[in-house]
């Protein structure tokens, strides 16, 4: 059978362009293709030569008086060695006159290997097999899992995927089949295709038959989504299972084009299809099943594809990653008539001249784009180093600059020196899109930028998305004075102490409070814009707000509590609207809370507690901050009423108002704000009485009223607070008794405080029953009555004042059962009988209080137990008997007063074993004797009474005086002798 293999130059002559022959149109072109190859790409004369190549390409196509040639020419299989096409790289790269040599070559290697699997295998270990022996050679790229051909001249990489053991692999290298040795089965395998280094398709026509029943192609001019395609191992799909896209008209490839991947298009009818491959000459005769295009053809095909009408081109612009196009298969009927064959070719032959047109003008419009954008780019970079041409020495050109060395053991490499980028160019770049406020790079900022072009290890350029980040936390390194903790210059700062980031390297969170940092915040820190916590609080920063924080438009958390920050609020915090937390607690910042701050609807927790602000209760607070559950405005200076509205802020769990200004009553629609767990309106000026409707906050815990001037009594709907934990209702008005109620309901409470009000009567019994109390006031009342024994039973107590009321009788000893006391106030009582000895079981006291009562008897010696004991106030009472020499043992305390009372006998000299002490009372008793010596030995001290007593002799040599230290010093009405110093304070 005779096989068609026609080169470039053997085209009809009788075509011609500007009048030149067919030869002469070819010659040319394999010249400019030459030139192209071998000239600079993208210059004045590369455009000229690739217009002109376009146009006789064009030619070319149109004169169609044989198909294989065209496809032959557009393949430029070059040598016997090198397959390739226009987008192959130009180690591929050859003339097209080589194009037979090549396709021969190749069909003998293809011949010899007798397309057998079983000579199919892997490369041996020993000596491994390479597609070519040398380095300009081509490769080709599969899917799958590659095996190589052996006794080729030209070793070929074949896709074997899907063919079982006794399968034929697909001769063509783009099939879509795999056909069994006895010629039964047919597998689809998918578009695998013949690729060059770059990636172009290499078009060429290969026939393999395939009985009619096992087809699995799409139908004529039909193409498959990419998505649908087989291209998983033992996956066979067919047209049954695929949806079918626009079919395309059936048409040959402008085989001369290879500026694209060819997409090619598969027409499948009767039994026989042919793939596009490499051209195969007369090697392929012997293989059984493959025909060349046209070889089975009568003589009449050539001249009737001479004369043959265009057809339509068979591009077509789809996006790469929807459709994958079906490689193209040429199909004919051999049983078919003469004329039917002529026509089918004829069909495929020509190419449509307006899509030719059209995709000429598409070439044109690119080329200018891509001249637009060389120019742009031109005159960007000439501007750019224009500027820096006298001082941006790129620091690869000075490895030997001292400043441009890390600071790092010499052990290890300069990076600095390996940086091809001029420092001036970071140096502008931070300082135009860093710097603030037109700042300069003096102080701080310059330290910065210093460290990051002499030290810094990892050597980030303007390129580096990081640098802006590195320099901003450098900045703030020596603002805040940790730069041994974040400046190890080989670290990325995401490794540096407090500094979260994402996985992409990007800073996320700055957390450094509660380590007593000092500094101002730089405006810089902004720059850090995906920043979405930042946690400085507990330190001691001061200055202003920069209100450039308000560019940080990702943040959700802002936390500068406990640090001395000062000046206004900045209207800017109201951009940041993903905001959740801002916490400005505990500063000394001024003005008022500023309206722009409504914007901040996600807010959830808003404190400025313990600052100078001012100004009414926000009325447009309660309108935006819907989702508040914790807001914190107390110790300021705000005033006015708190408005009925405030019961629109259904979701507070936290209302802390207290320690500022605000008057009028309390607003009954408080009752509303059913989730409050925390309610703090104590310290200001509120009046009227208790909303009854404060009963319907029954998951309260803390309830502060105290330090207002509130009046009635506490309404018995807050028996409804079984959750209470903490109840004040202390430095009030009110009035009534002891609520019984609270006994039973307040079963959780451990802080009861309702002192400094008017309440009168008994304390049940039943007090007995608060077990859970810790802290328990009641001084400053009416109450009256003896004290309950059954106090005894509060054992948790470590806070009990109950002075200034009238209560009588004696001191229980059960009182000595709370040993856990640490305050025990008594005083200004009507208290009876003597200090029971059981108070020396309080072993925990420190403050004991029980002056101006009518206490008697001796002072017992167990209160020498008290070793905790820093106060101890005796006075006004009735106590007789001396002062008992284990009083030495409080070698903590630092306030010790005993008279007036009727105590006698000496001083003992342990009190020179109160090295602590600064206040000494023992005046108006009836103590006699010397004055110890020891009490000289008090250096501390700065109040000594010794008044109204008998004492005789000299006072304690190194005694202080009044004009030595001491404040208080009262010793008149004694029998002293010798020389005394001047009194002083003896008449407080």
């Known amino acids: ?60 196509n149109r004169d169609a008086s044989s198909c294989n040639a065209i496809v032959t020419a557009g393949n430029r299989l070059v040598d016997e060695q090198t397959v390739f096409s226009d987008d192959f790289d130009d180690n591929c790269a050859g003339d097209v006159g080589g194009a037979n040599a090549s396709t021969g070559n190749i069909s003998r290697a293809i011949r010899d290997s007798s397309i057998d699997n079983d000579k ?46 006794n399968d034929i692999p697909p001769i063509s290298l783009t099939g879509q089949y795999c056909k069994s040795k006895d010629g039964s089965t047919a597998k689809q395998i998918g578009a695998e295709t013949f690729m060059g280094m770059e990636g ?41 299972a695929l949806p079918r896209q626009t079919p395309l008209p059936a048409a040959l490839p402008d085989c001369m084009n290879q500026d694209k991947a060819l997409p090619n298009q598969e027409i499948v009818q009767k039994s026989s299809v042919i793939h596009p491959a490499v051209n195969i000459s007369d090697g392929l005769q012997s293989l059984p099943h493959v025909t060349q295009v046209g070889s089975n053809l009568p003589s009449s095909v050539s001249d009737t594809l001479s004369q043959s009408s265009p057809n339509e081109n068979v591009y077509r612009e789809e996006e790469k990653e929807d459709i994958m196009f079906i490689p193209e298969a040429f199909i004919v009927e051999e049983s078919a008539p003469e004329e039917v064959q002529i026509a089918e070719i004829a069909e495929l032959v020509e190419p449509d001249p307006s899509r030719l047109s059209l995709k000429k003008r598409h ?88 460290w990051i072009l002499k030290t810094d290890e990892l050597q980030l350029d303007v390129s580096d998305s990081n640098l802006h980040q590195r320099y901003i936390l450098t900045l703030l390194s020596f603002e805040f004075g940790i730069s041994e903790w974040w400046l190890p210059g080989s670290m990325s700062e995401c490794e540096w102490y407090g500094v979260w980031c994402s996985i992409n390297g990007t800073v996320l969170k700055l957390e450094l409070d509660g380590h007593g940092l000092t500094g101002t915040m730089p405006p810089e820190i ?84 313990q600052n100078n602000l001012n100004g009414t209760f926000p009325s447009w607070l309660v309108e935006s901050f819907t989702l508040i559950d914790h807001l914190h405005i107390d110790n300021n200076h705000f005033n006015g009423t708190l408005p009925s509205e405030i019961g629109m802020l259904t979701t507070l769990e936290h209302f802390d108002v207290h320690s500022n200004g605000f008057s009028g009553t309390l607003p009954t629609e408080i009752g509303k704000l059913t989730l409050l767990t925390f309610l703090d309106v104590g310290d200001n000026s509120l009046w009227g009485t208790l909303p009854s409707e404060l009963g319907n906050l029954k998951v309260l815990t803390l309830l502060s009223l105290e330090f207002n001037e509130l009046t009635g009594t506490i309404p018995s709907e807050l028996r409804n607070l079984n959750a209470l934990t903490r109840f004040s209702v202390a430095q009030n008005n009110l009035n009534g008794t002891f609520p019984s109620w609270l006994v039973e309901s307040f079963t959780l409470i451990d802080h009861l405080h309702i002192d400094s009000n008017h309440f009168s009567g008994t304390l049940p019994s039943e007090i007995g029953m608060l077990t859970t109390l810790v802290h328990f006031d009641v001084h400053s009342n009416g109450f009256s009555g003896t004290l309950p024994a059954e106090i005894g039973k509060l054992t948790l107590l470590t806070f009990l004042n109950f002075g200034f009321n009238s209560f009588r009788g004696v001191l229980p000893p059960e009182i000595g059962m709370l040993t856990s006391l640490t305050y025990l106030y008594a005083s200004n009582n009507q208290l009876t009988g003597m200090i029971p000895s059981e108070i020396g079981n309080l072993v ?97 001290l700065t109040e000594l009474l010794l008044q109204e007593n008998r004492f005789t002799g000299h006072l304690p040599p190194g005694l202080k005086n009044c004009s030595t230290g001491m404040t208080r010093f009262c010793f008149n009405d004694n029998q002293l002798t010798g020389v005394l110093p001047t009194e002083c304070g003896c008449d407080v």
């Not at 001019?221 to 799909?237: A, L």
């Open 1 to 60: 059978m005779a096989h068609s293999n026609v080169n470039v130059d053997d085209l009809d002559t009788s075509s011609a362009l500007d009048g030149d022959s067919h030869a002469s149109v070819s010659h040319r072109y394999r010249v400019v293709l030459q030139q192209l190859d071998d000239g600079p790409k993208f210059t004045h004369e590369w455009f000229l030569l690739k217009e002109e190549e376009m146009e006789l390409r064009s030619h070319l």
């Open 120 to 165: 199919v295998e892997e490369p041996s270990k020993a000596e491994p097999a390479t597609p070519h022996p040398t380095d300009d050679s081509c490769i080709s790229v599969f899917s799958g899992k590659p095996k190589y051909i052996e006794n080729t001249e030209t070793a070929t990489l074949m896709e074997t995927l899907d063919c079982a053991d």
């Open 200 to 240: 172009a398709p290499v078009p060429g026509v290969l026939s393999i038959d395939v009985p009619e029943t096992q087809k699995l192609s799409p139908a004529k001019g039909e193409i498959w989504p990419k998505d649908k395609q087989s291209t998983s191992r033992g996956r066979d799909v067919g047209p049954a």
């Open 363 to 450: 070439a044109c419009l690119f080329l200018v784009i891509m001249a637009l954008i060389v120019i742009a780019l031109g005159i960007s970079l000439s501007g750019k180093f224009s500027r820096s041409n006298e001082n941006s020495i790129p620091e690869s050109t000075v490895p030997n600059q001292p400043e441009k060395e890390p600071s790092v053991p010499s052990s290890q490499p300069s990076v600095v020196q390996q940086s091809s980028h001029p420092t001036l160019s970071i140096r502008d770049d931070i300082e135009r899109n860093v710097l603030e406020r037109n700042a300069t790079f003096d102080g701080n900022r310059g330290l910065a930028l210093d």
């Open 526 to 609: 902004a720059g850090i814009q995906y920043l979405k916590q930042i946690s400085l609080g507990s330190n001691s920063f001061y200055g202003t707000l920069p209100s450039e924080l308000g560019k940080l438009t990702s943040l959700t958390y802002l936390y500068l509590g406990y640090n001395h920050f000062d000046g206004t609020l900045p209207s800017e915090l109201g951009n940041l609207k993903e905001l959740t937390l801002l916490s400005l607690e505990f500063n000394e910042l001024t003005g008022t809370i500023p309206s722009e701050l409504r914007n901040l609807k996600a807010l959830t927790r808003f404190s400025v507690a």
């Open 844 to 940: 925990q006291l420190s403050v004991l209080w029980l002056y101006d009562n009518h206490l008697s008897g001796p002072l017992p010696s167990e209160i020498g137990n008290l070793f905790q004991l820093t106060e101890l106030i005796l006075d006004d009472n009735h106590l007789t008997g001396p002062l008992p020499s284990e009083i030495g043992h409080l070698t903590s305390l630092t306030f010790l007063s005993v008279g007036p009372n009727n105590l006698n006998g000496t001083v003992p000299s342990e009190v020179g074993n109160l090295s602590e002490v600064l206040h000494f009372s023992v005046g108006i008793n009836n103590f006699t004797g010397t004055i110890p010596s020891e009490i000289g030995q008090l250096f501390k």
